[in-house]
């Protein structure tokens, strides 16, 4: 496609449950985000992938989060044991330039993935 | 401990009038700021962006306006239509060390006709 696409659009999973979301960023793009947004809120960082390097996981709120982009294209964000507060949308963004590569360019974003903890 | 804000969580503007909205950042270090916006249900799009090195980018019927002495970025919307109805978010980042965006809480603009 010719955007960022993420899926499920919706997930709502019992507290405990572990739940994974896929991002496929646009083709060829070389920087991967994953971010959080809280209802209310902006969006809050979590990780960044060069490649299939995870170069920044700073943001990630705690060990029950990980993600992978094992090949340097689609990237999977999963959330273990998930608590309340993990209810948020998740964003991934993707751009064709990462860092220091001179000019600065935006990120594009998918549609997002609403997590539910019940 | 947030780094951009947008102290305006609304604006109401009529149709064909001006509309803008307000960013204020505490990073003296971020060099590239970047407007979103976005519609109930989407990502959020990217609508115009502006380098640290000017003080005024237009695209169109925007304009994103920086003054680095005050911290302060500004985007105007004009004339404003119905479409222009959403939220907005300012975003700021670090040109070569920075691999993430730092978002404001966003604005809801509102375009009434």
């Known amino acids: 496609g010719a955007g960022v696409s993420q899926s499920p659009r919706y997930k709502v999973a019992k507290r405990g449950q572990d739940v994974a979301l896929r991002c496929d960023p646009i083709?060829?793009?070389?920087?991967l985000f994953w971010y959080q947004q809280a209802l209310g809120q902006g969006p809050e960082f979590l990780t960044y992938?060069?490649?299939?390097?995870?170069?920044?996981k700073s943001g990630l709120p705690s060990d029950r989060f990980f993600a992978e982009r094992p090949e340097g294209s689609v990237s999977t964000l999963k959330i273990q044991r998930t608590q309340q507060e993990d209810s948020a949308v998740y964003l991934c963004?993707?751009?064709?330039?990462?860092?220091?590569?001179?000019?600065?360019?935006?990120?594009?974003f998918g549609q997002g993935t609403r997590l539910t903890v019940v | 401990d947030q780094q951009v804000k947008q102290n305006s969580p609304s604006l109401s503007v009529q149709e064909g009038r001006i509309s803008i909205l307000n960013c204020d950042y505490t990073?003296?270090?971020?060099?590239?700021f970047l407007w979103y916006k976005k519609y109930p249900a989407e990502g959020p799009t990217f609508l115009i962006s502006?380098?640290?090195?000017?003080d005024k980018n237009e695209d169109g019927r925007f304009t994103v306006f920086l003054n680095k002495s005050a911290k302060h970025l500004s985007l105007h919307i004009v004339p404003s239509q119905p479409g222009d109805s959403a939220v907005y978010f300012c975003?700021?980042?670090?040109?070569?060390?920075?691999?993430?965006?730092?978002f404001g809480t966003g604005t809801s603009l509102t375009v009434i006709p």
């Open positions: 963004a993707s751009s064709p330039k990462f860092p220091g590569q001179g000019k600065n360019t935006e990120a594009f």
């Open positions: 083709s060829g793009h070389v920087s």
């Open positions: 992938f060069q490649n299939e390097a995870q170069l920044d």
């Open positions: 990073n003296s270090m971020f060099d590239y």
């Open positions: 502006i380098s640290s090195i000017k």
């Open positions: 975003a700021a980042s670090l040109k070569y060390t920075g691999n993430q965006f730092y």
